[in-house]
Each structure stands twice: as C-alpha cells, then as structure tokens.
C-alpha cells in the first residue's frame, strides 16, 4: 500500500547571518585557497624590506636564519 502526504514537509535550516552550515562547508575549501594565496602574496611583496625581515621572517623556526644578515668580516667596509 502506498502512503500519500497530505501537504508539503517544511524543515527549517538553522542560520547566522544568512549562512548556514551547509553554505559554509561549501565555502571552506575556495577560502581556504584564496587566503593561502594572499598570504603568499604578500609574503613575496613585502620580503626585501627590514621591518618585515626583522618583525616576521626572522622569527620563524628553522627558516628565520635565511634572512639573518651576517657578513664576513673581510667583506665589510670599514
């Protein structure tokens, strides 16, 4: 026997600020790629000036001592 459905069944979606949580997982990966590419970005832009060498570049384990200037002595002028 079949079972009819008098009217349409409604379920309502949880949302915050028009997003729900279906939208977001949707979203997650492109942000997640846009962001990763800003951040490389910027990071090449903004490589050759000192406040970032010395504020950022500097600090990070184990590839900070690239941009840690240390000439040879012979090298400096005097």
């Known amino acids: 026997m079949v ?3 008098r009217g ?5 979606v949880k949302t915050i600020a028009g997003l729900n949580l279906p939208l977001i997982r ?3 990966p492109n942000l997640v790629i846009w962001g990763g590419a800003g ?3 910027v990071a090449t832009f903004t490589e050759g ?3 970032f060498k010395d504020t950022f570049y500097t600090k990070i384990p ?3 001592q ?3 200037y240390n ?3 012979e090298e400096v002028p005097v």
């Open 26 to 28: 949707k979203y997650v």
């Open 8 to 12: 349409p069944a409604y379920k309502s």
């Open 71 to 73: 000439p040879d002595p």
């Open 62 to 64: 184990y590839f900070g």
């Open 66 to 68: 690239h941009w840690v």
């Open 3 to 5: 079972s009819y459905i």
């Open 39 to 41: 951040i490389a970005g």
């Open 49 to 51: 000036i000192p406040l």
